[in-house]
Structure formats: C-alpha cells, structure tokens
C-alpha cells in the first residue's frame, strides 16, 4: 500500500472546466492510503479499456441480507489498497436534505473505516460509501446507526424508496412526497434489509408530472402528483406575461390537447379536458395553479431492458387521495402493495420484474388478483387483435 502509481491517461481527465473525479479521487487518495491504489487500477483499466474488477461478490452486515455491494480487484498483489473494495448504501434524508456537521461526520467515517470516497447519490437514491473491506464494514455500519441512519436496499427486496423535495421547495407539489417516502420505507425496512421476492422492487414520488425523480421510468411503483378539479387562474399576472412573450404561441398553442383559448383577455382552461401535462403551470408559474382536489396517479411496472425490453410504468390508479390517506397512516395503498406483492410471490418467477409478470399473465389477470377494477385510463387504446380470452360462463 502506499505505492505512487503513474497515470498519464487518468492525468489528462484534470483538464478542463467539468469538475474532475480524477482530482477529487486524488484529494481523498492523500487521506486514504489505499485510494492511491483505485487510480492505479482505473489507469490499467483506462489503458486495457476492460474493467478489472473480479466477478460479482458477496458482503454485508450481521442481521441483514441486502446493503452492500461486494468487489474485489483482479489484481490483488499489484494493488492491495483495493483487494476488497465493497460499498455501503446508506438511506439518504427524504429529499436529500442534510448539514453540514452530518456531512463531515460521514466523510470522517470514510476516511477513517474506508477509502474515504462517497458517491452523493447513487441512481436509486442512496448514499453511498466506496472502498471498504469485509472486516471493516460492522464499525462503518455501527459509525453510521450512530448518526441515526442506516443501510439502503440491494438485491431481490424492497430498494431503498426515492423523492423530489417536493413540498419543502417547490409550489408545483400536489403531495408531501417525503412523507410518504419516508412512512412507506419505515413500514417495509424488513423488505428492504432482508431480501424476500423474486426480484427487486422500487418506489419512487414526484409531486407532479414534471415527475423530478425520474419515477415513470425507473420504480415499480411510481407516485406522481395531480389534481382533479379546475386550474386556478390569475388573469393580471396572464396579463403581465402577454407583455413579456407570446403566450398564445408558447403556452396555448402548446397545450396537448388545446383546451385553452382566450376570451377577449381573459385566459380560459376547458378543465374537463386538461390532461394535467403541466406545460401552461411551468411557462405562466406566477398566474397558473393546480386546483385544491389534490392526490397522485400510480403507474406500475417501469424497468430497464433486461429480459423482456425496457417499460415505462402503465397507469394503475389515476388519482389516489394520498392526503386523505396520509391522515390513516396510508392504509389504502399499504393495503394495495401488500396485495400486489402477494400476487408477485404466488405467480411470479425468479428475476421476473413485476412488470414483466403483468406482461405474461395480462393486466386483467393481475387486476382480478389485486382487486382492482379494469378502466380505461388504463390503456393507450383498445386491443387491435380479436384474440380474446372469455372466462367459460361468459361464452354461454
Ligand atoms: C387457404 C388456406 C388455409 C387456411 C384458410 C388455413 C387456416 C387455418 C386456421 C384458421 C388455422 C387455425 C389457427 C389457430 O388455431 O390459431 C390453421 C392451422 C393450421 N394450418 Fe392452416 N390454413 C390453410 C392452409 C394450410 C396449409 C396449406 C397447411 C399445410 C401445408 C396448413 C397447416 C396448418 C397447420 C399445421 C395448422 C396448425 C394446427 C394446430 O396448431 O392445431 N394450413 N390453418
Ligand atoms: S416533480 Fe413537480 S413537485 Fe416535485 S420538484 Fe419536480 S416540479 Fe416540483
Ligand atoms: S396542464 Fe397541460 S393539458 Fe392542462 S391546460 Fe395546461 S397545457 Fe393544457
């Protein structure tokens, strides 16, 4: 450990105006012997343009099965800084809010337990520490409860859930994302630590269809924030916004399905057919509101390709009063989750996604079991094909 390695190829990424991750792996690198060892690697890698990281691995902590993520260098001898360089997820603060003082104190648990690398935030949302060996990872664990956090998900459970910040900062928000967020990954942390399905399940929430978390394509189960009565207009700020660009051009004409027009100055929303894109909310902030009936739509079943082809999450509840809910401890929809799941483990088979499993056994089928009714909100459009299934009484 300790040995200065030559890294021409990593040295040319410090040019430029980006901040560089060579530098920064640099920095923690002179508080973190081993971290000298990772450029190293990286530089090979960078030359051999293969990644020499051996094939897969385990490790963990005592009492959960999920957590982190095990790997060990190919090259063990040349670079024994990172002959185990495994990381810790740990559960971010809804809405990624932290100070300062927890910042310091996770980066001292780092440079002290690890190789004093952390990755604000991995894609799913958690944070995470770099560079740990197996025998090391208990303390960091310990290091971490101490602060009052703890570890994320991997592998076939229940990952670590996600949210925009929402209501904290933003007037678009029709939910309080990070509290559901945060009740939904406390109720289900033995999901999270213990891994029980067939293959791994997320949740993520955005306040409206800005969707900032990315939820439509990357959760099974995706909560975005809608409204269901009249868009409230203030018609003196339209007016201030008409001197300033054309909204007709902008804002009406860009309307998916043109239900706005004006009516001598007045700006008209023919609610009944808004489809809450939020398109004239983002372009006229100051004079546009969503209305007070206020709750989120629920889409299932987004992945990325791996096996079937890539998925967006199809609509599966329309408007779900989460506010309401929340006022029960969101019984409903823990209700609606704990049946989704058993119909997951019943009929689904190992590394099937849910939607995946939705695709095979049909979306009336997987309704039936989940006790919801068809409608069509449901579907882009009717089926184009005559092959349909009837059940034996309905062909009498
Ligand atoms: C005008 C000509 C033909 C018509 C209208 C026709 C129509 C059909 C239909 C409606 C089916 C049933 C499909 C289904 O159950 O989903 C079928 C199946 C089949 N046809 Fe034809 N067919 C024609 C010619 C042929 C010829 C020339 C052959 C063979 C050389 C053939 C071989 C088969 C076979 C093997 C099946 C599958 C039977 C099964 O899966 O049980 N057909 N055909
Ligand atoms: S998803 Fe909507 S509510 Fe959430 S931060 Fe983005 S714009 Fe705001
Ligand atoms: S939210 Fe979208 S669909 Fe509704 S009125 Fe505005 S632009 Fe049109």
């Not at 990070?178 to 993520?204: Q, S, V």
């Not at 006229?284 to 889409?299: F, Q």
């Not at 989750?337 to 590394?351: A, K, L, Q, T």
């Amino acid at each position: 450990m300790g040995k200065k390695h030559q890294t021409p190829l990593l040295d040319e990424l410090k040019k430029g105006k980006w901040i560089s991750f060579v530098r920064e792996i640099e920095r923690a690198a002179e508080k973190s012997e081993r971290t000298e060892d990772l450029l190293g690697q990286v530089e090979e890698s960078y030359h051999d343009k293969v990644n020499h990281w051996k094939h897969g691995g385990m490790a963990g902590v005592k009492g959960y099965g999920a957590g982190m993520v095990g790997r060990f260098s190919e090259y063990p001898d040349k670079y024994p800084g990172i002959k185990e360089c495994h990381s810790m997820r740990i559960i971010p603060s809804a809405g990624f809010f932290y100070n300062s003082d927890f910042l310091r104190k996770l980066a001292d648990i780092s440079e002290k337990h690890a190789g004093g690398l952390l990755n604000f935030h991995g894609a799913t949302g958690n944070i995470q520490i770099l560079g740990m060996s197996q025998a090391e990872a208990e303390d960091v664990f310990q290091a971490v409860a101490e602060l009052g956090f703890d570890l994320g998900g991997s592998g076939s459970d229940l990952r670590t859930p996600s949210c925009c910040a929402g209501q904290a900062r933003c007037e678009f928000a029709n939910f309080d994302t990070m509290k559901i967020c945060r009740h939904l990954t406390e109720e289900y942390l033995d999901e999270l630590h213990r891994p029980a399905f067939n293959y791994k399940f997320k949740f993520k929430f955005s306040g409206c269809a800005n969707d900032c978390v990315a939820s439509a394509a990357r959760s099974d189960l995706a909560f975005i924030g809608t409204w269901k009565d009249k868009i409230k207009i203030n018609q003196e700020e339209v007016k201030n916004y008409k001197k300033k660009f054309n909204v007709q051009k902008y804002v009406l004409d860009k309307c998916p399905t043109k239900c706005m027009w004006f009516e001598g100055e007045n700006l008209v929303i023919d609610d009944e057919n808004c489809v809450k894109c939020m398109h004239c909310i983002n372009e006229l902030p100051k004079a546009l509101k969503a209305g007070d009936e206020r709750g989120c739509s629920i889409l299932i079943g987004a992945k990325a390709p791996l096996v079937t082809g890539p998925r967006m999450g199809m609509m599966l509840v329309p408007f779900y009063d989460v506010n309401e809910d929340a006022k029960n401890d969101y019984e409903w929809i823990k209700s609606l989750i704990s049946n989704m799941w058993e119909f997951w483990d019943e009929y689904g088979v190992s590394r099937e996604r849910i939607g995946e499993l939705i695709g095979r056994v049909g979306l009336n089928t997987f309704l039936e079991g989940i006790g919801l009714e068809p409608i069509p909100e449901m579907v882009e459009h009717p089926r184009s094909n005559p092959f349909i299934k009837f059940t034996e009484d309905e062909e009498e």
